[in-house]
């Protein structure tokens, strides 16, 4: 059956290949010529809660293109090539973060339901398929905040603190928050924060794009 799977999936690629999202070449939804193009992330200083973020890349050129295309345009194809390289980012640190699970971060419900899906949590089990991670969404998004675009780093903290909660346990001694972009991190530090509170020992985060407000991480 997986090898009837494999000629089926190969004989689709050979009628209609992929063409990347951003650049509309031939062979992948992402191809390696956008990734090349993609800038590297700035470093990133992890809040309290948080032992490290990291980044893919810069939020800007092609990965900039493809996060908005998945998020806003619903462009799902990119959820395994952008998986990948979150995967990438997590192997690269494996032996030191010692995983046991990745936790996407939570939209809420209202945000969902208009959406149709969580971006995170789609690039989550994308990731922890590669790395024979399960995928745990144990958080809940206890309110609707306001987009934080625009906001300060001083504003963005306000706007999410207090916003999310542990919703079911198990979630694992040491785990790793997914997310689609970072800016001043506040997001991932609450949902860090609530995960230590359920009993987690160690959060790590990471996310395709990072955005620095005025050039720097606060």
Avoid at 42 to 56: D, G, N, Y
Wanted: proline content about 6%.
């Amino acid at each position: 059956m997986a090898t009837l799977r494999t000629l089926g999936d190969g004989l689709l690629d050979l009628l209609f290949p992929p063409r990347c999202d951003v650049c509309a070449a031939y062979g992948a939804f992402f191809c390696a010529a956008c990734r090349a193009r993609s800038e590297p992330a700035a470093l990133i200083t992890a809040p309290s809660a948080l032992v490290a973020i990291c980044a893919v890349g810069s939020h800007s050129g092609p990965l900039r293109e493809a996060v908005l295309h998945l998020k806003f345009g619903a462009r799902l194809a990119l959820v395994e090539p952008l998986g990948q390289l979150l995967a990438e980012i997590i192997t690269e640190r494996r032996d030191e973060w010692r995983p046991e699970a990745v936790v996407p971060v939570p939209i809420h419900w209202t945000r969902r339901l208009r959406r149709g899906f969580n971006q995170s949590e789609l690039l989550a089990v994308a990731a922890g398929r590669r790395l024979g991670l399960e995928t745990r969404p144990v958080l809940r998004r206890t309110r609707r905040t306001p987009p934080q675009v625009g906001r300060t780093a001083t504003e963005r903290l306000a706007n999410v603190r207090g916003a999310f909660q542990l919703a079911t346990p198990g979630a694992g001694r040491r785990v790793v928050l997914v997310d689609d972009v970072c800016t001043t991190g506040a997001t991932l530090a609450e949902c860090a924060a609530a995960l230590r509170a359920g009993g987690v020992e160690s959060v790590y985060a990471v996310t395709v794009t990072s955005e620095p407000i005025g050039g720097t991480y606060r």
